[in-house]
């Protein structure tokens, strides 16, 4: 699949060690309220003093995605949130799902119901989920083919997963140890990067899928 | 010698309920709560007065009751009051909030995106919006974080 190569260029870009600073601070939004009480208290429970630096990157300007509203910012806060974690334990909280307090609210965010996006946040890892528009048959087989191709290298890839969640086309889990090793704001400029060209992608295979089965077509039907 | 060497009931017994550092939620008795009240919020929308439709439909959020039946309904009407709203206005209905106003929207605003129906996530992504700039990164973390939900 040569048309894919614009995701995996992107994926180098991550790369680069950096032990990033785990310098915490409490969780101040941009405005001037003290740390939510609720986080608190999910922190105690957890037996450590939980308290994450929020990496706000400057306020990106909306990008206008189709229809309606940008869902860009919104899916990029929200990853950019939960993907401040740290070291608590080597197992990755959101699969084993064993205790109560290590776990975040599961949030969707959907431009429509075909099209949606879940993040579910953990003490030490965030798992997103997304599920890609597939207007027609087509379609769906190009999307299919495509994440198999990703997921079947998904070793190489190191943030996706194997298998999707549950009514979703992929799956990327993002741990502690992938955001000591690459830089946290690449990785969610990363999955917001994927968000918006899986769709270009699949437009593009399409239109030449079609264009090579014209040409086919065209050739086969002129020996008659 | 104990009795019963032969019995593996223990192997039954959880061991993880007994731990004593276990978390437990905190229990809070939220059968009081019934959501907020239809019939005015009803009322407000009919008149047009959204403003107050929006103040109304926040009070008394079903957070700790284990009814889904009640949340659901809170839900649906948070959603009918946010549609009704006109673009414009939008920013002016979510300064008038408070804080706890702007969190418990962002709340409603997540669980909404959750059942898309056809237009509400366009709706909804500009309310989020909106709402993002009024109560900063914060408040989507506060959503992030709760132990209860709305």
Not at chain 1, 112 to 124: H, M, Q
């Amino acid at each position: 699949v040569k048309r894919g190569r614009g995701i995996w260029r992107s994926v180098w870009e991550i790369f680069p060690l950096s032990s990033s600073n785990f310098a915490f601070s409490s969780l101040s939004p941009s405005d001037s309220d003290s740390a939510p009480v609720p986080q608190r208290r999910a922190c105690h429970a957890a037996g450590r003093s939980l308290s994450g630096e929020l990496l706000l990157s400057g306020g990106g300007a909306p990008q206008q995605a189709r229809g309606g509203g940008p869902v860009s910012p919104c899916v990029s806060v929200c990853v950019r949130d939960s993907v401040c974690f740290r070291v608590f334990d080597h197992v990755n909280a959101i699969p084993f799902r064993s205790s109560k307090e290590l776990l975040l609210q599961p949030v969707i965010i959907s431009r429509n119901d075909k099209e949606k996006v879940l993040i579910e946040g953990s003490i030490n890892s965030v798992r997103v989920s997304i599920a890609v528009k597939q207007a027609d048959e087509i379609e769906k087989i190009l999307c299919h083919k495509f994440m198999r191709f990703m997921m079947m290298r998904a070793e190489n890839f190191f943030i996706l997963r194997r298998k999707p969640v549950e009514g979703y086309d992929i799956s990327f889990l993002i741990t502690n140890f992938h955001t000591e090793q690459m830089y946290k704001h690449k990785l969610v400029d990363f999955v917001i990067h994927f968000m918006e060209e899986i769709d270009k992608e699949i437009s593009e295979m399409k239109l030449s899928v079609n264009a090579r089965a014209r040409i086919v077509a065209e050739e086969f039907l002129k020996n008659f | 010698m104990s009795k019963n060497t032969d019995s593996n009931q223990f192997r039954k017994v959880d061991v993880d309920e007994y731990d004593e550092n276990k978390f437990v939620d905190d229990e809070d008795n939220g059968e009081s709560q019934v959501g907020p009240d239809e019939a005015e919020v009803d009322s407000l929308i009919r008149q047009g007065n959204l403003m107050e439709a929006l103040q109304a439909v926040l009070k008394n959020p079903p957070i700790n009751t284990k009814n889904q039946n009640v949340k659901d309904r809170a839900e649906a009407l948070v959603l009918k009051v946010l549609s009704a709203f006109k673009s414009s206005d939008i920013e002016k209905a979510v300064q008038s909030l408070d804080k706890n106003g702007v969190d418990l929207l962002m709340k409603y605003i997540y669980k909404g995106f959750e059942k898309p129906s056809e237009n509400s996530s366009a709706t909804l992504l500009l309310w989020h919006e909106k709402a993002l700039s009024a109560g900063g990164v914060g408040s989507i973390v506060r959503v992030l974080t709760a132990r209860k939900t709305v």
